[in-house]
């Protein structure tokens, strides 16, 4: 959200109502206390030191995702920009499907993104449920006011009768039964008197609205199930289109940002405040949504129901495992806040859906990490490569800089000796043209090191090359005056046998090879079923595995799994190439 040139926040159009708000000084005189704050609490509050307030409100019902992060970056982004607060709000009023492991997953993915609700010693960690008894007062005052009625319809005949796009709906037979009766039985269900589904509280609206969600939608449902925070204190829950605009006024939320798809409730939002507003319920200014398109990335399932799916079919190690677009699986993976970031302000907030391809946010992470992430070699691959004119007992301390562009974070150490290990691409016996690197007779500078000619190489019983020979050049050491005598176009990367540490390597791809599996319900068929590989290969020794994130030469960007890793051998993830090689390869 940054301008590349100058730092200051690019616009985009929740920035231009903002600005237009605070221009109106439209929140000015506003109170606020710690939530829930009624209108009658509020009258002794001080007034609200925040010039905005939004909110990142996310149900416990999974781990967040790479959308989330969007939301994340741009709710509490704008609140740090506006010199507002960002509340952290569970918006937990869905009993079966909620669970504290999500919640504190939730708490911990938010955290690492480096976002913080705490301002002043004030904590603006909310939980919905938390409103539970005061949404109830406010839904009783519905009814009182002729705003709500206990419907006796099952789901399905109030589905049948909520009509169609083209058809009005019609009445239930109960909507305008007597206030008292509808009191009386708002308070049973309360109290545990029905089974699920037998009755329900609904706004009365208009059932011949063209917008079929102010067609007297369901405010209260029964739901015998034990609330992972309330615990079975209620058996009724109020509905996320009815709860969420209240919970979003007991907070004194601002700018209530959400995605597109919620558009079409915004009139029954604003019905919703406007009617509790009214009744003396809710104090203004009232809450208002705003909605910009979600973040759809290429090749990406965002939808924790579906993520859930791929977990518990055992389809992934878990929700951190590092093919999940989870912000727990990218983490593991290597992915930095600082880079999913930088993704979520090169892709904007725009009103308009629309997909985005997964090289950028691969291209983000390059971006993020270049100018920072120390480097190291490792061979994926590896190849033996026998220097024949070194001495079997000869060593020899070879330096390269930690960082080529920050000479201050100094130079690593490693040893030269006559056996090495390198990439098995960087032999070829019979190379085709512009290869460059070793082959019989060519000549070849290892990185750090000496130059090489190819004498040859050692093959096993089914012509498998085993073994690469070479001899050096004495004189041609890096960083010598002679290391210019002789010119090479090849210079490889390598580690000394005798001294590399043995790493498995886990390589990732695509978790699905199709651009856009959540459009198919069966999504699990599209899998990539070669979405993993891990090799053995071998890292220059000495490097910190705390200190990644790393810049392997010539390979990409690494990240050590201390997950995979907890058994005591020494896992790295790749978190992705130094280019895109996912265009080259399906074009
Ligand atoms: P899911 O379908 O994965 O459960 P959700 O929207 O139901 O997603 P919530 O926990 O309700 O998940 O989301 C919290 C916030 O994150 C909401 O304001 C929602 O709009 C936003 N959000 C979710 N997915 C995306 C996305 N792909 N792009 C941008 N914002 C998103
Ligand atoms: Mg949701």
Known sequence: MTDPVSGAPTSNFIRQIIDTDLKNNKFEGKRWQLPPATLAS???????????????????????????????????????QYGGICHLRFDDTNPEKE?????DAIIDAVHWLGYDWNTDGVSHL??????????????????KAGHAYVDEQSPDEIRETRGTLTSPGTNSPWRDRPVEESLQKFQEMREGKYPNGSLALRAKVDMTSPNINLRDPVIYRIRHAEHHRTGNDWCIYPMYSWAHPIEDALEGITHSICTLEFEDQRPFYDWTLEVLADLGCLARPLPRQFEFARMNLNHVITSKRKLLKLVQDGRVSGWDDPRMPTLAGLRRRGYTPGSLKLFCERTGVS?????????????????????????AVAILD??????????????????APRHPHNKEAG???????????????????????????????????????????????????????????????????????????????????????????PVEFALYDRLFLD???????????????????????????????????????????????????????IVINRITTLKDNWAKRTN
Request: charged content about 25%; some cysteine.
């Open 99 to 103: 669970e504290q492991t999500y919640v």
């Open 382 to 399: 590896p190849l033996k490569l026998v220097i024949t004119n070194w001495p079997e007992d000869q060593t020899q301390l070879c330096t």
């Open 411 to 501: 130079q690593r150490e490693f040893m030269l000796t006559r056996e090495l290990w390198i990439e098995r691409d960087d032999f070829m016996e019979t190379p085709p043209k512009k290869y460059f690197r070793l082959f019989p007779g060519n000549l070849v500078r290892l990185k750090y090191g000496y130059i090489v000619r190819c004498t040859g190489c050692v093959k096993d019983e089914n012509g498998q090359v085993i073994e690469v020979h070479a001899e050096y050049l004495p004189d041609t050491r890096s960083g010598t005056p002679g290391s210019d005598s002789v010119k090479v176009r090849g210079n490889i990367t390598w580690v000394s046998a005798q001294h590399a540490i």
């Open 126 to 143: 909310f939980f919905a449920s938390d409103y539970f008894e005061v949404m109830y007062g406010f839904a009783v005052e519905m009814i």
């Open 42 to 80: 509020l009258q002794q509050a001080p007034v609200d030191t925040a010039r905005i307030r939004t909110r990142f409100p996310p149900e416990p019902n999974g781990f967040l995702h790479i959308g989330h992060a969007k939301s994340i970056w741009l709710n509490f982004g704008l609140a740090q």
């Open 351 to 375: 009103k308009a859906n629309s997909r985005i391809d997964y090289s950028v946010l691969e291209q983000a992470l390059r971006d993020d990490l270049d100018p920072i992430a120390p480097r």
């Open 515 to 569: 651009e856009a599996p959540e459009r198919e319900e069966d999504f699990l068929a599209l899998l990539n079923p070669d979405s993993m590989q891990t090799v053995q290969g071998w890292l220059e020794p000495g490097v910190d595995l705390h200190a990644g994130p790393w810049q392997f030469e010539r390979l990409g960007y690494f990240a050590y799994d201390d997950v995979q890793s907890a058994d005591g051998s």
